[in-house]
């Protein structure tokens, strides 16, 4: 489950084709279609429009470089929300979440075949033992379900440097401890079956990588969503059911509280992650009940 909450990640945080730009009709207050990933958001207060943006995690280029209808939104928004925002302080929380602070390590917690296990898949991405020693099992699931990462400079990140370097206003819709508790409060006999279940697939990963990159690429929402979904089906049950409302449903509500007051104001690029937008309880349908006009523009 973790691990398709990391794919989840994936998605919560593309280039798209360089296909043309057109407007994608306005759908009826209510509807889940989602076809595309930047969309104008018009509140019902006549308050100037909004853009709200689906990202992925991802540094490959066909999705960091930006189309020119996603540029342009950002540049010309003088006000940028992310989920998260990564900066000093918010790596350092993460840091310390990942971390055992009670004196236990790794291999207290997980059986010794486990532990075999994971040290041999940790290193052989790179990790020595001194740097996953301490971590949680969860933290575990999280860097082996990640891409790999060669700049570091994922959709998100990206988008953010930018915001600072051009000087914008930049605002979180959550906090990393909020994002974090998502798997910190998952009982250690439930992390440490997303680790197994993890191990078992990773070789799987990469192939999924690239369906969920390709999928964006094709601003095909619904299919990242149909995607992930897949990747549930051999979860045990409790934990997907635990997952889709834990890890997206009540995020979305969340989130979509959070935005409320910047779509207020007007003039605000939202970059959330495009697992976010689909589905009858994504954030572009509650957005629609809520009376907004959500237009996809690419």
Known sequence: MIARLLLAALLATGTCTRADSSTIADAPAGSAATQGILFEIRPPTGAPPSFLFGTIHSEDPRVVELPVPVSNAFDTSP?????????????IRAMITMAYTDGRLLRDVLPADLYQET??????????????????????????????????????????????????RVEG?????????????????????LLRETLATVEQLPLVFEALIAAYV????????????????DTDPRLATLFQEVVIDSRN???????????????WFIAIGAL???????VVALLRKRNYGVTAIF
């Open 79 to 91: 006000n940028v929300a992310l989920e998260v925002v990564p900066d000093a302080s918010a790596i």
């Open 119 to 168: 040290t041999d898949a940790l290193v052989g991405i790179g990790m020595p033992e001194e740097a996953f020693k301490d971590l949680k099992p969860w933290a575990v699931v999280t860097l082996l379900s990640s891409p790999p990462s060669e700049t570091g400079e994922f959709l998100d990140m990206l988008l953010f440097h930018r915001a600072v370097a051009d000087g914008k």
């Open 173 to 193: 819709l959550e906090t990393m401890t909020e994002q974090l508790a998502v798997f910190d409060a998952l009982s250690e006999t439930d992390q440490i079956t």
């Open 218 to 233: 094709e601003r095909d929402v619904d299919k990242l969503q149909h995607l992930s979904e897949q990747h549930l089906e």
């Open 253 to 267: 509500r969340r989130m979509l509280e959070r935005m409320e007051p910047l779509l207020a104001e007007g003039g």
């Open 276 to 282: 976010h937008l689909p589905g009858d309880q994504g």
